[in-house]
């Protein structure tokens, strides 16, 4: 008998008859003799349509009033499903993050998770019952409820296994695992059976929103075995590897991911002399706006240019900013662009190569794809080109380094 922590996705809970099926996967976990703890999503949709219900009203709601509000789609899924569980002859019972409790730091809308009190659902579990937790949603010191950012109820789902020490957590959504990269974008894209933790969580972090990044961090450091799975199709899905087996050789490139999240800004001839990049970005880090890739470049009349790449959200923030900086540095001018998106190789296996840049450079190059900035680590490389590109790029890198599954 083995206890698994199981979270089901939007798109797995979007309907009475899909929550109708998940629950009948549970009984069949709970008929073998297993117990089971789930974490649900709201509906597939909901947390969007209550966002833009907020906006619609201010274009600033304040923090603390969008957690009690987007927190509600997640309570009516996990009634719905203790309900579907009940009339199956399983004894369920829900709890919403608060109930259980689910204790986080006060950072509305992007919250941590200090600690979850597993009283409740331990007896709840020794009486034979099903435990169905509210992802994505807690409750400060102060008894206020706070959401994790979006994708989180992946984060309770991992969180959850860990302080239950669960055999295994399962991510049930509406793909059977984590491909090469996004299997919306290119057909060819591969299963894998496994990938290491550590690629998982560069591949998450460059934009891979299969798994919401907290939930792979949390994974790694509670070592909880992590297995992403179709909701409703059989398989083995995709296992997150806590260690790396030295014993297989590591592919160089295992997965493909991309982000059209975000924005790039220049501040055009900044005269090049010390402190340029503080007085730059000291005042973006003051507004809490984060920056991702950085570069400078210096030209012959001795100013440089400053660009750097922010999430889209943040650009209008950060070009008023830049006005102000601009100024006070005597500046040129300020440039920016929402129309462009990172693409990113990832891979272990990188460590031990060299060349992998240049053959990127050299693929984007064949499909006349301008690079507009680069950056790299020692298990990835990025590169920012135009969105409108972003397809033709990431196909004609996926069968450039040999991850086409040609079964398909
Ligand atoms: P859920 O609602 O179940 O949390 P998400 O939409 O958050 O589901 O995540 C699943 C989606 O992630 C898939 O439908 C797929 O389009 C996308 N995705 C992006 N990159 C990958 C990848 N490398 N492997 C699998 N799915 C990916
Ligand atoms: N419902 C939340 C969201 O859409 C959390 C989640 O689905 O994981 O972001
Ligand atoms: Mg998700």
């Not at 009690?68 to 199956?88: D, H, P, R, W, Y």
């Not at 984590?178 to 290119?186: I, L, M, Q």
């Not at 496994?194 to 939930?215: C, D, H, N, P, Y």
């Not at 053959?359 to 409108?388: G, R, W």
């Amino acid at each position: 008998m083995a206890l698994y922590v199981h979270k089901y996705g939007g798109t797995s809970v979007g309907s009475v008859e899909r929550i109708e099926g998940v629950a009948k996967k549970i009984k069949k976990f709970k008929d073998e003799g297993h117990d089971v703890v789930v974490a649900v999503s709201a509906m597939s949709g909901e947390t969007n349509r209550l966002i833009e219900l907020a906006n619609a009203i201010t274009d600033q709601p304040t923090p603390r009033e969008m957690d009690v509000l987007v927190s509600t789609g997640e309570q009516v899924t996990i009634a719905l499903l203790s309900m579907a569980l009940n009339k199956l002859g399983v004894p369920a019972r829900s709890y919403t993050g608060a109930q259980v409790k689910i204790l986080t730091d006060s950072a509305h809308m992007k919250a941590r998770i200090q600690d979850i009190d597993t009283n409740k659902i331990k007896g709840d579990l020794s009486e034979g019952r099903v435990v169905i937790v509210a992802g994505f949603q807690g409750v400060d010191g102060d008894g206020n409820i706070t959401t994790l950012g979006r994708g989180g109820s992946d984060t309770t789902g991992v969180a959850l296994a860990a302080a239950l020490n669960a055999d295994e957590c399962h991510i049930y959504t509406d793909v059977d695992g984590v491909y090469t990269t996004d299997p919306r974008v290119v057909e060819k894209a591969r299963r894998m059976d496994k990938i290491t933790f550590e690629e998982m969580l560069e591949m998450a972090s460059l934009g891979s929103k299969v798994l919401q990044i907290r939930s792979v961090e949390f994974a790694g450091k509670y070592k909880v075995p992590l297995r992403v799975l179709h909701s409703s199709k059989e398989g083995n899905g995709t296992l997150i590897t806590i260690e790396d087996d030295e014993s297989v050789e590591q592919p160089v490139i295992s997965g493909i991911a991309f982000n059209r999240d975000e924005a790039k800004l220049t501040v055009l001839g900044v005269p090049d002399i010390p402190g340029v990049a503080s007085k730059i970005l000291g005042p973006v880090s003051a507004a809490n706006i984060e920056v991702d890739m950085i570069v400078q470049n210096v030209a012959a009349d001795k100013t440089t240019d400053f660009t750097f790449t922010v999430h889209r959200n943040d650009f209008v923030k950060t070009e008023a900013i830049l006005r102000e900086v601009a100024q006070s540095l005597g500046a040129r001018e300020v440039s920016g662009a929402k129309d462009i998106t990172k693409v990113s190789l990832v891979g272990v296996g990188m460590r031990s190569h060299a060349g992998v840049a240049s053959k990127m450079f050299d693929v984007l190059a064949q499909e006349n794809i301008n690079i507009q900035i680069i950056s790299t680590s020692e298990i990835k490389i990025s590169v920012v080109i135009a969105e409108k590109y972003l397809e033709l790029a990431v196909r004609a890198l996926h069968t450039a380094f040999d991850l086409d599954d040609n079964d398909k």
